[in-house]
């Protein structure tokens, strides 16, 4: 068998074997991303469940309340609880719930509530005083209970197959990672080992022969019994260049067998980091550098919830490398979950907290949370613990609300912040890795520099100074990843039929945004 063919089948089977490991390490990310998002739809759905039910009580107990004071205002909570059972089963009607037995159960615990009301809550309000068959009402209650109870049973029993589902998949995912890596590590330890066999000896037989005719022409050359080898041999003036283009290209190939050992996690960090295209009139740019090798515990996602309408996503898990990153991941799919599940920026920031703080293997992070309407402009952002978002109209910088704590150390809420980006202005969100990069004598490189650096509005342009200007100021190593999302409005084209939202056309940034608009969290 010739060289070649002895190289040709090595490299085939090594290739289709990374092939394989890099298909099944997508396939495992695509699906334990998908059961993490069903989980999480799966927990609004067992809120909104906990909210009906707490809407029947509030109904049974205005009821009752008027029965002892029958005046107009105690029967507040009863049309508070009226009005939040409506929106609830509107809500969970828009839903896709494929809970097996939900919706039935669901219509009968509508349906018993009606009655309830039918036959004891408006006789009751419409005379109090007059005769009312007490145990029958508690009875027909009690069997509506009963029916949300087992609404309730149906969405734990729901939850807790996702739960279990989901950490399988953590685990499966893990395994097949280090399977791939273990996988490349013995592929390339074999594949050198036949490299040096095959070429690097007789190579090296060449070189001595070579080197031993320059003392002495009449010294025979090795033979070989491949016809490849024999060729360099016979073919001695081109001897010393043939060698040098050989050893290049066996390092080349080395290096790329070392490099694929970690091709699996390289690939999902590639597919994490990938931005679309912006809809038009505006422009992102994104920078993320990772403190340690090719996995960042950063990560960032930018999409439409609607025609109208972007989230932006920042996030920075504490910790470095592949385990930081699957963090990050899921936190980002929580995130994401929750705004698509309408959540405003705070309330998704509170309840990814809550569910953090559930899992005892989930690690502190910051975030930043953000929703943009595209024709205004208009900024509703939640920050927890990332730096003040800087805001730069393309004359001064300035500084947005810092917002609150970061995630999973203990229980908090997050203010949901208002502001407007004007035309030809430009967003800069940061974590702390770019103004932590020490240089001389130890200093930071600081929020001072990072505002003096800020020159242009062109997202492209600011992102690439900023990097510039962060590794000319770096000495050492890097400590903690360094990411950054710009996000750029353009100047709106006149077109001669403009119309003008009274709203924010004048609205311009100050130093810190004043006031924060508090949205209703949902109930746990």
């Known amino acids: ?38 989980r999480g739809e ?21 009821v009752r309340g008027f029965q002892l004071d029958p005046e107009d205002e105690s029967l507040q909570p009863y049309r508070d609880g009226v009005a939040g059972e ?109 490299f040096r066999r095959w070429v690097t000896r007789p190579l090296a037989e060449i070189s001595a022969g070579a080197r031993r005719l320059t003392g002495d022409d009449t010294v025979p050359m090795p033979r070989f019994d491949v016809a490849e080898l024999q060729d360099v041999s016979d073919a001695i003036d081109q001897l010393q260049a043939s060698l ?28 994490a980091d990938e931005l679309g295209e912006m809809p038009d009139g505006w422009d992102a740019r994104t920078l993320l550098v990772p403190a340690e090798g090719v996995v960042a515990g950063d990560c960032f996602d930018i999409g439409l919830l609607d025609q109208g309408r972007m989230y932006v996503v920042l996030i920075d898990v504490t910790g470095h490398g592949a385990s930081a990153a699957l963090n990050a991941l899921k936190a980002k799919s929580q995130l994401r979950a929750a705004l698509r599940s309408r959540r405003g920026p705070g309330p998704a920031l509170d309840w990814l907290s809550r569910e953090m703080l ?25 920050n927890a613990g990332h730096p003040p978002p800087l805001l730069f109209d393309g004359t001064e910088v300035h500084r947005l609300d810092p917002g609150g704590p970061l995630v999973g150390a203990f229980e908090a809420n997050w203010p949901t912040t208002e502001t407007t980006l004007p035309d030809g202005s430009t967003l800069l969100v940061h974590t702390d890795g770019l103004t932590d990069v020490v240089g001389d004598e130890r200093e930071r490189f600081g929020d001072e520099r990072l505002r003096a650096a800020i020159t242009t509005a062109d997202p492209h342009l600011l992102l690439e100074r900023l990097e510039s200007e962060v590794e000319l100021f770096r000495r050492g190593t890097r400590t903690d990843d360094i990411t950054a999302i710009a996000i750029h409005r353009a100047v709106a084209v006149d077109t001669g039929d403009v119309h003008h939202d009274d709203e924010h056309a004048t609205a311009m940034p100050s130093a810190t945004v004043e006031g924060s608009v508090r949205e209703d969290t949902m109930r746990s």
Not at 114 to 133: H, K, L, M
């Open 244 to 271: 040098r283009a050989a050893r290049d290209r066996a390092v080349a190939a080395l290096d790329g067998i070392e490099q694929s050992a970690v091709l699996a996690i390289q690939v999902r960090t590639e597919l």
């Open 86 to 194: 409506r929106r609830i089963v509107r809500r969970l009607n828009d839903r896709e719930i494929d809970i097996p037995g939900f919706e039935a159960q669901l219509d009968a615990a509508i349906g018993t509530g009606e009655t309830w009301r039918d036959e004891v809550a408006e006789p009751v309000i419409e005379n109090p005083t007059g005769g009312f068959d007490e145990g029958g009402a508690r009875a027909q209650f009690d069997a509506l209970r009963v029916q949300l109870d087992e609404l309730d049973q149906l969405v734990t029993a729901e939850l807790s197959m996702l739960d279990r589902e989901a950490e399988r998949m953590r685990r499966l995912l893990f395994t097949v990672l280090f399977a791939s890596a273990l996988t490349a590590i013995v592929g390339t330890a074999l594949a050198a080992s036949l």
């Open 42 to 62: 799966a927990r609004m759905i067992a809120d909104d469940v906990s909210e009906l039910r707490l809407a029947f009580s509030d109904q049974e107990t205005g």
């Open 1 to 38: 068998m010739s060289l070649r063919v002895r190289l040709g089948v090595v490299a085939l089977v090594f290739l289709t074997v990374v092939l394989v490991a890099v298909g099944m390490s997508a396939l495992m990310v695509r699906s334990w991303n998908q059961t993490v998002d069903e």
């Open 358 to 382: 559930k899992d005892e293997r989930a690690d502190l992070l910051t975030a930043f949370v953000a929703v943009i309407d595209l024709p205004s402009g208009r900024i509703r952002y939640a």
